[in-house]
């Protein structure tokens, strides 16, 4: 759960009213965003965990990451890498954490896994812009979002819509990428990486909802993520639960000052949200205001061809070769059919593809959106209501 009315209470207590600015001022800038964790708080720059802030006896506890603080390398730090910080240190070294953030972004920008950083700041990005906007359709309730005890990994961002559709508000899973690197998960049918779980996969594509199996993954890239989608969709359960916490985060949100908008602050009960997920896809050609020089635009055309590569199997038109990891080869067809749209739609100048996808005879709606970062409103990525 989202629960963290013991931790408000306790910042909003006269004695902790420095601390409770602290924390409200990073809540209402752009910088910054406070995610609401079961009784802890999580504050981002760019997309990295900057400070947990939680109770211990009673008191206030803050923790960074020692990287932030500059620490070098240890056996020690590495086994805990998360470290406690006193506020009156924390207020003192603050600035130079953030330094020390941006630094570590810029050497992990020089590796092989510079994507993954670009996605992380493009994340809070889109998600600070639009928050701060009242022409947003869409408010973002959280980021990193993770359920306990689901293996369905990790979400980039939660949304709900401003307005209501039929009654009740929209809510949407939306995962991130950026350029066309992103949709890469393992291969081992060429590279040889991860031979042994891609064998697995392939031995197993027709069990992806028995729960014997629902610990499996399936990589990181675009066949990772549309299994974790289905998985958790499968379940009502795991909705039902997602619904309550957003509940939770906005009773939090509206505590801390940060959400503003007269019509989501009136969403009081699960009832208020709408009764099935949707899942968006959303790519970018780079990351909207990051003047990196590394950081160059890959054209929308790119994006297509590189996301086809590894949805399908048959190379067609532009796209010469696919890859053996792709949707087609690791899941049951039958479970996946709504997505076969794709395979005209993306070499159209389409820029948002709607596909449904029947899931144990339920209809859900996943959207696959690209958008081209030198956009004026590049943050307007969900569809407009």
């Known amino acids: 759960m989202r629960n963290c009315a013991e931790l408000l209470n306790i910042l909003e207590d006269w004695q902790n009213r420095g601390i409770y600015h602290f924390i409200k001022s990073k809540a209402n800038s752009k910088d910054f965003f406070i995610g609401i964790r079961d009784n802890y708080l999580n504050i981002y ?47 003192r070294k603050f600035e130079k954490m953030l330094v020390h953030i941006f630094s570590i972004q810029l050497c992990q920008n020089a590796d092989s896994g510079k994507h993954k950083r670009r996605e992380k700041i493009c994340q809070q990005w889109i998600v600070n812009e639009a928050n701060a906007r009242r022409e947003s359709d869409w408010y973002y309730v959280d980021l990193e979002y993770t359920m306990q005890g689901v293996p369905t990994g990790r979400f980039d961002m939660i949304a ?34 991860h031979e042994k779980e891609f064998k697995l996969i392939l031995a197993k594509k027709d069990e992806l909802y028995n729960s014997d199996f629902e610990s499996l993954k ?36 509206k505590r801390l000052g940060i959400l503003k908008d007269p019509e989501l602050s009136l969403i009081s009960s699960v009832n208020d949200l709408a009764d099935k997920l949707e899942v968006h ?38 796209v010469k ?29 389409k820029n948002e593809i709607h596909c449904v996808q029947d899931i144990k005879g339920e209809i859900f709606d996943f959207y696959f959106t690209f958008i081209d970062a030198t956009r004026s409103d590049a943050w307007n990525c969900l569809p407009k209501i």
């Open 218 to 253: 399936f990589g990181s890239g675009i066949v990772g993520h549309i299994a974790d989608y289905l998985r958790f969709l499968h379940k009502k359960i795991y909705y039902d639960t997602l619904k309550q916490e957003i509940i939770d985060i906005i009773k939090c949100h």
């Open 321 to 349: 070769r696919t890859s053996g990891y792709c949707l087609e080869n690791c899941i049951n067809g039958a479970n996946i059919n709504g997505f076969n749209i794709l395979k005209d739609e993306l070499f159209t100048d």
């Open 45 to 91: 720059y760019k997309c990295a965990s900057v400070i947990l802030i939680s109770i211990k006896k009673n008191k206030l506890e803050f923790k960074t990451h020692y990287k932030y603080l500059g620490l070098q390398d240890s056996e020690t730090l590495k086994k805990k890498p998360y470290i406690i910080i006193s506020f009156e240190e924390l207020s």
């Open 281 to 318: 896809i959303v790519s970018y050609t780079k990351v909207p205001d990051d003047k990196e020089p590394s950081n160059v635009v890959v054209p929308i055309k790119t994006l297509k061809e590189s996301m086809y590569k590894y949805l399908f199997n048959e190379p067609r038109n532009t």
């Open 160 to 193: 709900v819509s401003k307005k209501k559709v039929d009654g009740k508000h929209r809510v949407a899973l939306v995962e991130l990428k950026v350029n066309d690197s992103s949709y890469a998960g393992m291969d081992g049918s060429r590279k040889k990486l």
